[in-house]
Antibody, heavy 120, light 110 residues
């Protein structure tokens, strides 16, 4: 069973950089049948796809976000990360890391979610 | 990549059926047969219930069914039960290992 666990700060100040990590167990992040995503949910709102990274290291992002968001992976630790620069209150959300099953392209496993609040 | 459009709310009486729509574009829902549906209950991460438009995940009751026509996908819940009350999200593959989600529909069982 694939398990994902997010970690990072619960609060960041406006204009600072947010860094989140996701440790994966029960599967390898170089599994060719999966790609690894970040999804967020602002308070009271719906799910928003942020982006993903695949085993070859290529990452892709939701178009409006790509300038401030970066996803990277550390295969030796079987984890991947999300970096968000110049955060604003609009980045306040529960951030989920998620395993996306290829050839079906659905989220098969979710982390428990991490609430990040942007506030001074 | 605009969010897929779902009605914010839907409701039905116990035992009845309800259908939730999910409208995208010719670049996502209309192009790929890779529409999924998720059920989210309070305090928990969403769980996939349907993938590939109409394939139920293991353990999902056959009361849940999916379909697609053009740029619109639909989730139908038949024989509504109280435990079906939840938020439902659709998603579609949108090229280059990216997904796009709907805004979510809150299903109320009357």
């Amino acid at each position: 069973q694939v398990q994902l666990q997010e970690s990072g700060p619960g609060r960041v100040r406006p204009s600072e950089t947010l860094s989140l990590s996701c440790v994966v167990s029960g599967a390898s992040i170089i599994d060719q049948n999966k790609y690894w995503g970040w999804i967020r949910q602002s308070p009271g709102k719906g799910l928003e796809w942020i982006g993903s990274i695949f085993l070859d290291g290529t990452s892709s992002y939701k178009s409006p976000l790509k300038d401030r968001f970066a996803i990277s992976a550390d295969t030796s630790r079987n984890e991947y990360s999300l970096r968000v620069t110049s955060v604003t209150a609009a980045d306040t959300a529960v951030y989920y890391c998620a395993a996306v099953r290829r050839f079906g392209d659905y989220v098969s496993s979710w982390g428990q979610g991490l609430l990040v609040t942007v506030s001074s | 990549q605009s969010a897929l459009t779902q009605p914010p709310s839907a409701s039905g009486s116990l035992g009845q059926s309800v259908t939730i729509s999910c409208t995208g574009s010719a670049s996502d829902v209309g192009y790929y047969d890779l529409v999924s549906w998720y059920q989210e209950k309070p305090g928990k991460a969403p769980q996939v219930i349907i993938e590939h438009i109409d394939k139920r995940l293991s353990g999902v009751p056959d009361r849940f069914s999916g379909s697609k026509s053009g740029n619109t996908a639909s989730l139908t819940v038949s024989g509504l039960r109280t435990e079906d009350e939840a938020d439902y999200y659709c998603s579609s593959y949108a090229d280059r290992n990216s997904l796009v989600f709907g805004g979510g529909t809150k299903l109320t069982v009357l």
